[in-house]
Antibody, heavy 127, light 108 residues
Framework: QVQLQESGPGLVKPSQTLSLTCTVSGGSISSGGYYWSWIRQHPGKGLEWIGYIYYSGSTYYNPSLKSRVTISVDTSKNQFSLKLSSVTAADTAVYYC???????????????????WGQGTLVTVSS | EIVLTQSPGTLSLSPGERATLSCRAS???????LAWYQQKPGQAPRLLIYGASSRATGIPDRFSGSGSGTDFTLTISRLEPEDFAVYYCQQYGSSSITFGQGTRLEIK
């Protein structure tokens, strides 16, 4: 079955860029039919969707983070990545990657529910 | 953005009891595009329900979802010890995906 695994630095300094990669195994990103997403969870808090990418490279970001987020895909490595710029302590969170199914309605397509998820990786923003 | 409000914040019940969790949307969720997840400490969320009422693969039938429009419910018919966790709803009916703030189901 498809498995996802996040990787990247666990500590990032304020004002720098957070960079994480999600490696997908057991399935190919380029086969289509799914959106690949990043979701985060602040310590002891709820879930916040960050954005998603399709294998073609099309993306959609949470409007509240859009100015700082870039999600990219490398189909040759079966990976997708997150970059979050100008981080502050408020970006300290567990970051999850997840697969979202694709559905189309009214001429637009977007992800539906998320399954499976990676195990998550804690990123702390601190000097 | 569709805001999802879950209630109660914490629910204290005993094994064997019935749990009813609510998720209310600030505007109608089109086509019942709503999912439920269970999260245990130190783990990633696990998909339970999609399309408001369809159980995900491998989810026991004591879990059921219902609702439409702005009001959705997750029901656990008879609580097992492993069901005590935090539950989140998520809507995917709008371009911006949002989650509820969660309901903590604890052992009474």
């Amino acid at each position: 079955q498809v498995q996802l695994q996040e990787s990247g630095p666990g500590l990032v300094k304020p004002s720098q860029t957070l960079s994480l990669t999600c490696t997908v195994s057991g399935g190919s990103i380029s086969s289509g039919g799914y959106y690949w997403s990043w979701i985060r969870q602040h310590p002891g808090k709820g879930l916040e969707w960050i954005g998603y990418i399709y294998y073609s490279g099309s993306t959609y970001y949470n409007p509240s983070l859009k100015s700082r987020v870039t999600i990219s895909v490398d189909t040759s490595k079966n990976q997708f990545s997150l970059k979050l710029s100008s981080v502050t302590a408020a970006d300290t969170a567990v970051y999850y990657c997840a697969r979202g199914g694709r559905y189309c309605s009214g001429g637009s397509c977007r992800p539906n529910w998320f399954d499976p998820w990676g195990q998550g990786t804690l990123v702390t923003v601190s000097s | 953005e569709i805001v999802l409000t879950q209630s109660p914040g914490t629910l204290s019940l005993s094994p064997g009891e019935r749990a009813t969790l609510s998720c209310r949307a600030s505007q109608s969720v089109s086509s019942s595009y709503l999912a439920w997840y269970q999260q245990k400490p130190g783990q990633a969320p696990r998909l339970l329900i999609y399309g408001a009422s369809s159980r995900a693969t491998g989810i026991p039938d004591r879990f059921s979802g219902s609702g439409s429009g702005t009001d959705f419910t997750l029901t656990i018919s008879r609580l097992e010890p492993e069901d005590f966790a935090v539950y989140y709803c998520q809507q995917y009916g709008s371009s911006s995906i949002t989650f509820g703030q969660g309901t903590r189901l604890e052992i009474k």
